[in-house]
C-alpha cells in the first residue's frame, strides 16, 4: 500500500537548466507536503513544504507546486547546480503527525 | 545550532542479540519521531512522541521494537532478539508540533549478521 509515489527513480539534467522532481498521492487526508534532500550517509534534509490549502509554495531556487485534484506535487528546482546532485523524497503528512515517504528520485546534475 | 544527534552511528550485531540506540532532538522541538530506511526506500514512519507520550506507533513494530522518551527529551529504541531482517538506517528526527519532521539525525546503521 504505497501510498505516496515517486515513480522516477533518477533523473539526470545540465547544470543550468531546471529540475522537475514528481511525487504521486492516493490518500486524500493528507494535509502537509515536504521535500527532503539526502546525500549518501547523512540524514535527510529539510528543503521545502506546503499546506494541502495552498498550490505553490517558492523558496529561492526551489518552488513546490501541488495539484490536489491530480494528486500530484512537484519540485521545481531552477538554475540546477552541481551540488543539487541528491536523493530527494517527497512526504506527506497524516494526521498532523506522521510522514509518509516516496521512494526517493535521485538527481544528478552534470556540469 | 545543535541538530538532531544519533548515537551510535553504526552498530553490528549478531542475530538474537539486543540493540539500543539514542537520538538527542533539538531542544525546544516537543515532537520526536523514528524512522527507518533500507536500501533503494524511503524512511518508513516506526513511531513518534509528543513530548513523553508515544502517540502512534506502526503497525511494522513488532513486539521485539520499544521505544521510550522518558523525561520528553532524548529517546532511546530498543530492539530485542535481533533478526537479519532488522538490519537498516534507523533515523530519528525531531519538530516543533505541527510542522512535519524538520530535522532529521545522521541515522544509525544497523547490521545484523
Known amino acids: 500500500d504505497q501510498q505516496v509515489k515517486q515513480n522516477s527513480p533518477s533523473l539526470s539534467v545540465q547544470e543550468g537548466r531546471i529540475s522537475i522532481l514528481n511525487c504521486d498521492y492516493t490518500?486524500?487526508?493528507?494535509?502537509?507536503f515536504l521535500w527532503y534532500k539526502k546525500y549518501p550517509a547523512e540524514g535527510p534534509t529539510f528543503l521545502i513544504s506546503?499546506?494541502?490549502?495552498?498550490d505553490k509554495n517558492e523558496d529561492g531556487r526551489f518552488t513546490v507546486f501541488l495539484n490536489k485534484s491530480a494528486k500530484h506535487l512537484s519540485l521545481h528546482i531552477v538554475p540546477s547546480q552541481p551540488g543539487d546532485s541528491a536523493v530527494y523524497f517527497c512526504?506527506?503528512?497524516?494526521?498532523?503527525?506522521?510522514?509518509?515517504f516516496g521512494q526517493g528520485t535521485e538527481l544528478s546534475v552534470k556540469p | 545550532d545543535t541538530g538532531v544527534s544519533q548515537n551510535p552511528r553504526h552498530k553490528i550485531t549478531k542475530r538474537g542479540q539486543n540493540v539500543t540506540f539514542r537520538c538527542d532532538p533539538i531542544?525546544?522541538?516537543?515532537?520526536l519521531y523514528w524512522y527507518r530506511q533500507t536500501l533503494g526506500q524511503g524512511p518508513e514512519f516506526l513511531t513518534y512522541?509528543?513530548?513523553?507520550?508515544?502517540?502512534?506507533k506502526s503497525r511494522l513494530l513488532s513486539d521485539r521494537f520499544s521505544a521510550e522518551r522518558p523525561k520528553g527529551s532524548f529517546s532511546t529504541l530498543e530492539i530485542q532478539r535481533t533478526e537479519q531482517g532488522d538490519s537498516a538506517m534507523y533515523l530519528c528526527?525531531?519538530?516543533?508540533?505541527?510542522?512535519?519532521?524538520?530535522?532529521f539525525g545522521p541515522g544509525t546503521r544497523l547490521t545484523v549478521t
Open positions: 528526527a525531531s519538530s516543533p508540533m505541527g510542522q512535519g519532521a524538520r530535522g
Open positions: 490518500n486524500s487526508m493528507f494535509d502537509y
Open positions: 506546503i499546506s494541502s490549502i495552498k
Open positions: 512526504a506527506a503528512r497524516l494526521n498532523g503527525g506522521k510522514l509518509i
Open positions: 531542544s525546544e522541538h516537543n515532537r
Open positions: 512522541f509528543q513530548n513523553e507520550a508515544q502517540l502512534e
